[in-house]
Structure formats: C-alpha cells, structure tokens
C-alpha cells in the first residue's frame, strides 16, 4: 500500500524522533546507573577505609580479629566483610568461618583491579556462599579490605535509573510527535493541493474551485501555480477562440483544404475539399488517406517525399472534367502539411476573356490606326486635288471619331466590370432620358427613315445612373440604326411595372439575326459576319455595354427575333 505525503513524513520523523529520544534515554539511564554505582562505591569505599582504621597498622592483622568481628556485627547486617594479604590469603571473612578452604583470591577480579589500580569493583556469585554479591577491594600496604552487598533485588534497585525522566522523555515524545501530525498535517494539505494544481495542469483542466494556501514558501508556489492555471486558461480560450475563427474561416472558405501530419493522416478537412477531391479522382472516396494511391495527386506525394528541407512549398495546375484546379502543398515546420484545391475555372476564364478583350481591342484599334496613318501619309507625301485632299480629311476624321468611340466603349465596358462603385445613383426620369437619346440622334434616324414609338410614362422615375441609363437606350438605338436598316419602325414600350422593377420591350422592324447568333450578341467584340462592324463604323461593344448597365441596375435582358422581323429585347431595371 503506498502511502501519503502526510503518513511518509510522519513515519520519517517518528523513526528519527525514537531514536534520538532512545538514544537519550540510553544515555541518561546509563549516566545515572553510572552515577549511582559511584555512589554505592563512595558508600562501600568508606566502610573500607573504616575497617582499616579498626584494623591498624600492624603487619599482622590477625592480632585484630577481635576487633573486626565487633566492628563486623556493628556493620549492616548485609554487608559482607573480607581482609586478604598481598599473597591473596583470607583473614577474616565474615560470612565463612572455615577460612582453610577458601582458596587465593589474587585471581578474582576485584583483587587484580585494586592491585593495579587501588581499587577493585565487581558484581559476580560467590564460589564459598553461593550467593551474588556487589565486591569492592581496596588494596592497602599489606592486604586488601574487601567489602560486598548481596545483589538483591534491592541492591538492583539502588543501582537502577530512576524513571522519572524516561517519563519526561515519552511525554515529549508524545508531545513532539502531535506536533508533527499538525505539521505534517498542514504540510500534506499544501502538498496535496499542490498535486491537484499539478494535475489539473498536466491534464488541461481548469480551475473548478477556488484554493486557499497558507502563507508559507509552499503557499506561495501554489498561489503562483493558481496564476499559471488561470493565464493557461485565458491562453487556452484565446487560442481556442483562434481554432474557432480558422475552422470557420476554412469552413466558409471557397477553397478545399486539408491539413495532413507527418504520417499522411487526416488532421482536418474542410467540405470543399472532400468536394474537389472526389470531384477530381474517378471513384469517390471518404478516406482522404486515399491521396497516397491517387495518380493524379503523384506530384504532391513527391514533393513531400523528395523536397529539400528549405522547400516548403509546391504548386501545379489540373485539369479535370472540364475545370481547372490550382493544387498548393505547404510544408510546416513539424513536417505536417496542408493541402489546397482551389477551383480557378473562372479566374482563368476571365483571364482568357481579358486576353481576348485585349487582343480584340488591339485588331479594332489597328484598323481606324492604320486608315488615319494612311490618309494622312497620303495628305503629307502626294500633291491631291483639293477636292480629293478634303475626301480624305473627312474620312481621317471619321475615323478618329470611330477611335474615339471605341475607346469610350472600353473605358465604360472596365469601369462597369472592375469598378461599377464609382458610378453614383440619382433619381432619374426615364421617360425624359430617352427623349434625350431621341434628340441626340435625331439626324441619324431621319437620314436613315427610322420612326419611334415611345410608350413610356412620362412619371417614372428610378434611382440609377444616368451615365449608364442612357448607354442603355443608346446603343439599342445605334444597334439598330447601324444594322437592322433603313425604313424601319423602332418601338420602346415600359409595359409593366411593380414594386421593384420596371419591365421595357424594345424592337425594331429591321432585318434581324439568323437563330444560331442570338446567345452570342452580348459578347464583346462578337460579330454576325466579320466586316459588318468595321463596315458600319461600330465598336463591337454596344450590346455588351447594354447587358452590364441593365445587370448594374440589378435587371435582366434576352433578346429574340420577332415572327414580323427585326430584334426584340425584354429587360428589367430595379427601381
């Protein structure tokens, strides 16, 4: 069973604290025992020196036996008395009356001790009485005076330590010992709160309760753990509240990412990818690990098997059922990776259409170019007529008109496209504007036989531009005047209206459109026959500019060929 913080140090100090109080004890009963045998000794050594005066100085003691027997019987009754010469003879003992058969005593203990020292002490049973006895020898000129106590029970308790002070001791000990407990106690209760805050960090949980430490040097470890666990935690929501934005972010993300560890294993997925994935590969697959054996994603299993460490990133582009990807690999500092789709049919087509546009405006500026820089070589190297030197004045200029139109076709066309934030709304009445187109091109519809029927409320009003408005209505007029012919009718009709939109046909009665060329006519730059536009002094980019202003003010147009002939366009715009 393995024991507490509490019970280990109680057990520790107790195994100490016995055996010091032990070892006192020891010591103290010894030194005590010690000091009371002196004392026995002091006491049995003044018999002696009083037997000794009894005794004389004679060299031969045994003239005094009379007297040492009457000193013998004034003595306690205990006390056992014995003179012994220097050859170890007995004289006198008073416990034996046969002294012929005691035998030398130079060979007992306390003799040889007194002859060496003076003194003699021993505690050993008698081999004449049979009885224990406490001997002490004192080694005079010519013999020795030998006294002894029987060793009694009595004897024992005189030499004994008294136990008073081992009582004293087992008291303190008892005392010493609630102390620790309490000590231990408190010890044990900050120790245990320091393993719970131990715990509760090494396994990120957080702080449930408050916890109260004592004011000493381990309360103050724990308070400063209490600090670490509460910022761990706010760095923890922090981080967790960072998690949530970047899954969100990933989740709302219009790319397919993937974040793979070391060993080509899942970390997490977003839902574009699992919808790329499976769009790109022949058999759907759940199991994004699936990647591995996918042909067609060889490139990044090779980039991340055979990069160089300083290669973090890699990029191809695929080609798929009819869309193209942008694959990106991303290696991280941990050898993890992440892995993005990223669907960029779109981008490239708009790419392509820009390339296009760009082309395209290059073919329609070259021809007006080429005809101004070849009229006015002409007017600059030959000697003409006047009147033909006026001809092709006229036509130089039709033709920087012609450049000129076309460039404010493009400038409108990219404004609307890549920055329609900068065209400003305003209330504009619509019956009114197209009375301004009207009046515009009042010499090109007469020129050409064209008449109008406008049935427009004169009241309607909507909040738009009136830069692109009117773009609107005029190049469905120029469309007709340049190509629908002459002698013709154009009708413009708002025949409804609710309460977000207004409703507008526009027809002409002109020639129209073969069936297979109507989805194309709002193209920029599409042509029915290659040289009508060139022919007809158009930019190419009318129509395309009608469908963007009506798509600006939040409409829709079609077009269609009309059973009596000529175009008709049906569009909205949000009022």
Do not use: W
């Amino acid at each position: 069973m393995k024991l507490t913080y509490k019970q280990r140090v109680f057990f520790y100090f107790f195994i100490i604290f016995a055996v010091f109080a032990a070892c006192i004890i020891v010591l103290e009963q010894k030194e005590e025992k010690a000091q009371r045998t002196q004392s026995l000794i002091d006491r049995l050594d003044g018999y002696a020196d009083m037997i000794n005066t009894y005794i004389g100085e004679v060299h031969y003691p045994d003239s005094n036996m009379v007297r040492m027997q009457s000193l013998a019987k004034a003595m306690p009754m205990d006390i056992r008395i014995s003179i012994i010469d220097n050859d170890g003879k007995v004289f006198f003992d008073k416990n034996v009356s046969d002294l012929s058969k005691l035998d030398n005593h130079l060979d007992r203990p306390e003799i040889r001790n007194a002859l060496y020292q003076g003194t003699g002490f021993n505690i050993r049973t008698s081999e004449s009485t049979h009885r224990e006895y406490l001997y002490y020898a004192k080694h005079y000129d010519s013999y020795y005076v030998r006294v002894a106590l029987p060793y009694t029970i009595q004897t024992k308790g005189m030499l004994k330590a008294d136990n008073f002070f081992v009582y004293i001791v087992a008291g303190m000990f008892i005392v010493v010992l609630l102390l620790l407990n309490f000590v231990a106690g408190r010890f044990s209760k900050s120790i245990l709160q320091l393993k719970s805050l131990t715990t509760k960090i090494k396994e990120d949980k957080p702080l449930s309760e408050k916890i109260e430490f004592p004011d000493d040097e381990l309360g103050d470890i724990g308070k400063k753990l209490v600090d670490i666990l509460n910022q761990k935690e706010k760095n923890k929501e922090a981080i967790e509240l960072e998690r949530e934005k970047l899954i969100q972010h990933f989740q709302f993300s219009h790319e397919g990412i993937c974040i793979f560890d070391s060993g080509f294993k899942k970390i997490y997925a977003n839902t574009h990818f699992f919808q790329y994935f499976n769009f790109i590969v022949d058999e759907p697959a759940f199991n994004l690990e699936a990647i591995l054996h996918e042909k067609i994603f060889d490139p990044v299993v090779e980039f991340i098997s055979n990069r160089k460490k300083e290669d973090n990133f890699h990029t191809f582009q695929l080609k798929k059922n009819g869309k193209i990807f942008s694959i990106q690999t991303i290696v991280f500092e941990d050898n993890s990776f992440e892995i993005t789709i990223k669907d960029i049919s779109r981008t490239e087509k708009t790419r392509l259409m820009k390339q296009e546009m760009t082309n395209n405006i290059a073919h329609e500026l070259r021809t007006p170019v080429t005809s101004l820089r070849g009229y006015l070589e002409t007017l600059s190297t030959q000697q003409l007529p006047s009147e033909k030197q006026a001809q092709f004045i006229e036509r130089a200029y039709q033709q920087s008109i012609r450049l000129s139109n076309l460039i404010d076709d493009v400038s409108l066309i990219s404004k609307i496209e890549e920055a329609s934030s900068q065209f400003t709304l305003e209330k504009v009445n619509l019956s009114q504007l197209i009375n301004d187109v009207r009046i515009d091109l009042l010499d090109r519809l007469e020129a050409n036989d064209i008449k109008l029927n406008i049935s427009v409320n004169d009241h309607l009003v909507i909040n738009g531009n009136y830069t692109l408005l009117y773009s609107i209505f005029r190049n469905l007029f120029d469309n007709s005047i340049n190509y629908a012919g002459q002698h013709i009718v154009i009708n413009i009709n708002n025949y409804m209206e609710d309460n977000e939109f207004v409703y507008f046909t526009y027809c002409d009665t002109g020639r129209g459109v073969e069936e297979q060329y109507l989805p194309r006519l709002f193209e920029r730059f599409y042509r029915v026959n290659e040289g009508r536009t060139r022919d007809t002094g158009g930019s190419g980019l009318g129509l395309s500019i009608v469908r963007n202003a009506v798509i600006f003010h939040k409409g829709e147009i079609q077009v269609k060929n009309r059973l009596e002939g000529g175009l008709e366009f049906f569009f909205t715009l949000k009022k």
